[in-house]
């Protein structure tokens, strides 16, 4: 059984930075696909970030140049390092790991593990 437990949410005023891990246990494959996603109040779950087995991460459009996402195979933690973090910023954010990325691009969520998620409040 996986599991992933995400924590480092906290409030903070725009301008600032957090740092998110994600802790992974369990069997995931060698070449499972890992990400970011978030879902503020009232909205889909959004894409943040993949990223590969190979630890290549992409991110989304909304948050480039100021997020990065990166994996350390060697502690089976994911990261994402948030900054001039903005109220459209808040959200749960939550971490996620499938066999593929196509399961994250097609929306069928139900096929991927994911944490519990931890919030993130930006304010003005």
């Known amino acids: 059984q996986v599991q992933l437990v995400e924590s480092g949410g906290d409030s903070v005023q725009a301008g600032g930075s957090l740092r998110l891990s994600c802790a992974a246990s369990?069997?995931?494959?060698?070449?499972?696909?890992m990400a970011w996603f978030r879902q503020g109040p009232g909205e889909e779950r959004e894409a943040v970030a993949f990223i590969d087995s190979d630890g290549r991460a992409t991110v989304a459009d909304s948050v480039k140049g100021r997020f990065t996402a990166s994996r350390d195979a060697v502690k089976n933690t994911l990261y994402l390092q948030m900054n001039t973090l903005q109220p459209g910023d808040t959200a749960m954010y939550y971490c996620?790991?499938?066999?593929?990325?196509?399961?994250?691009?097609?929306?069928?969520?139900?096929?991927?593990?994911w944490g519990q998620g931890t919030q993130v409040t930006v304010s003005s």
């Open positions: 996620a790991a499938a066999s593929s990325r196509l399961v994250f691009l097609t929306r069928k969520f139900n096929l991927a593990y």
């Open positions: 369990g069997y995931i494959g060698s070449n499972y696909e």
